[in-house]
């Protein structure tokens, strides 16, 4: 019979001997010989004590007698995989579906493995089409307004860390995770209690993600941007697409959004065509970067061993004034991105690689923003603040590059000249700035606040590192309102995923698609 063990502490050197069967015997007591096929179940690192790093493990195994009484281990509970539960749905509906990030990819392999063959529309290009261009911005300073770190396969996740944090945990979760180990995630995901797939290996699952939607029958559109819709009484009927210089209408039944966070253009289209969409809010801030070695001995003491992972963080601070401010998407080991999508603006992202062995660590350091900070009243009042921040920082830094400022003068209200120890990682280049010439003057304020908060929990952290900006894109400005299946205002227009609204990262984003596509196949199955 199968079990899991609750949590065992576990020697980082005990760990990496890897006699797991001696492990879960000892912890269990009964004899080794009893102990088969085991694999692990959850594993964490607990640096609570720098002296004493341990990991913490969960254990699956077989055993090979009676330990239903056994007060330290569980039955497991095989996980659900939504994709093994696919029927064949018969239909002549036509569906498309606008983005292929995280929650468009879900949603059109689940239709077309249901047989509803799916057409996925992309305005950017496939993952090595699309890295020539990343790499013509990062080495020099082109920008391809279609192709970019925000647009084309995978979406803003492909050129990032590949972070599976969720606070979510239910079938649906496990099956996104499933299936993304599947299409070759590393199998450490199914275990790691801070999971990552690093951008160089989702590279290849979004790739091997889209050839899977094709071999059943899905269409995969590149190079072709939604530019409108025709409705009639409140119906949609069809999309006009864009493909270079032509543009094609196309009868839909189906017109599911899972557009990113950056779609502003089609965000400004939903609007003149009567959808439904609300302010919403989000955060803005910097990428702030410190030397990984820094980092790691802060987290887990000066003299760590080696063999553990880059150290990672979450801090957060409540100010007096009612503001929060918060560190998000950290990247031990990886680099800040540049990753703009509209011509003179500036938008910086973190990405890491899954070994997560470059110089520096960084992450987001966000302050919240409400509608009460918008300009005005408008659906996209949001779409206009970032915008706002993503130009000034463009005209600070004459050109595609990022303004930077180094920790020490941000704090003291000064222009930076040098970035003295940390050099920033983003390319093409830095450029040393004064930050406030291109944030809030609230956010400035909350940052300055939050950063002495957070060098109380890791030393050094508001007096070494640099910041770089501008973070403006952590979360969707708007809301495309829907209903509890996913419909809008507009029938037959159906908004998932995270740049609707409705997700917070690649794993929620991707739950939302497929409970989107599992509403829409019951939909027509029981028509």
Not at 339 to 368: H, P, Q
């Amino acid at each position: 019979m199968k079990f899991k063990t609750k949590d065992i502490y576990v020697s980082i050197d005990a760990f990496h001997k890897g006699n797991f069967k001696k492990l879960v015997a000892d912890f269990v007591g009964v004899d080794v010989e009893k102990i088969d096929a085991v694999s692990i179940y959850k594993k964490s690192v607990d640096a609570r004590r720098k002296n004493n790093v341990r990991y913490v493990v969960s254990f699956v195994f077989d055993a090979k007698c009676n330990l239903q009484n056994n007060d330290k281990v569980l039955p497991v509970k095989e996980k659900t995989d939504f994709f093994e539960l696919v029927k064949s749905v018969q239909s002549d509906k036509k569906i498309m579906i606008v983005g292929s990030g995280c929650a468009g990819l879900f949603c059109a392999l689940y239709l077309a493995k249901c047989g509803l063959n799916p057409i996925l529309i992309e305005q950017g290009k496939p993952v090595a089409e699309r890295q020539k261009d990343v790499d013509d911005l990062w080495q020099n300073g082109n920008l391809n307004l279609q192709s970019n770190v925000q647009f084309g396969l995978g979406g803003a996740g492909t050129f990032s860390d590949g972070k599976l944090t969720t606070s979510a945990h239910n079938e649906y979760v496990d099956t996104i995770f499933l299936q993304l180990a599947k299409y070759g995630a590393p199998e450490e995901i199914l275990y790691e209690a801070m999971p990552h797939i690093g951008t160089d290996n989702l590279k290849t699952v979004v790739s091997n993600i889209a050839k899977e939607i094709e071999a059943c029958g899905g269409k995969i559109l590149y190079n072709t941007k939604l530019i409108d819709i025709k409705i009639s009484d409140g119906v949609m009927s069809s999309a006009v697409v864009q493909c270079g210089i032509s543009s094609t209408e196309i009868a839909v039944d189906y017109l599911i959004l899972a557009i990113g966070h950056s779609a502003r253009d089609t965000f400004e289209m939903l609007l003149k065509r009567g959808m439904n969409i609300i302010q919403k809010p989000f955060s803005v801030g910097v990428r702030i970067e410190h030397k990984r070695e820094m980092i790691n001995s802060a987290q887990y003491g000066k003299d760590y061993d080696k063999r553990l992972p880059a150290a990672t963080y979450k801090m957060s601070a409540h100010l007096p004034d009612g503001r929060s401010v918060y560190t998000f998407c950290m990247c031990p080991g990886g680099e800040v991105v540049l990753s703009c999508s509209e011509k003179n603006s500036i938008v910086t992202n973190g990405m890491s690689r899954f070994a997560r062995d470059e110089e520096n660590s960084n992450s987001a350091v966000l302050v919240g923003v409400t509608p009460q900070d918008f300009s005005s009243d408008a659906p996209l009042a949001g779409v206009e603040f970032q915008r706002k921040i993503e130009r000034a920082a463009y005209e600070i830094s004459g050109k595609y590059s990022a303004p930077a400022q180094n920790v020490k003068d941000f704090m003291q209200g000064r222009k930076s000249s040098n970035f003295y120890d940390v050099k920033p990682s983003i390319k093409p280049c830095a450029t040393p700035a004064d930050l406030t010439k291109c944030l809030p003057d609230f956010v400035i304020k909350s940052i300055k606040s939050a950063l002495p908060i957070f060098g109380k929990s890791i030393c050094g952290f508001d007096k070494e590192g640099v910041l770089v900006g501008v973070e403006t894109r952590s979360s969707s400005p708007v809301k495309l309102v829907r209903d509890e299946n996913f419909a809008s205002n507009i029938v037959n227009i159906f908004p998932c995923g995270e740049g609707s609204g409705y997700a917070g990262g690649i794993v929620t984003a991707a739950v939302d698609g497929l409970k989107c596509a599992i509403k829409i196949a019951d939909n027509i199955k029981n028509a």
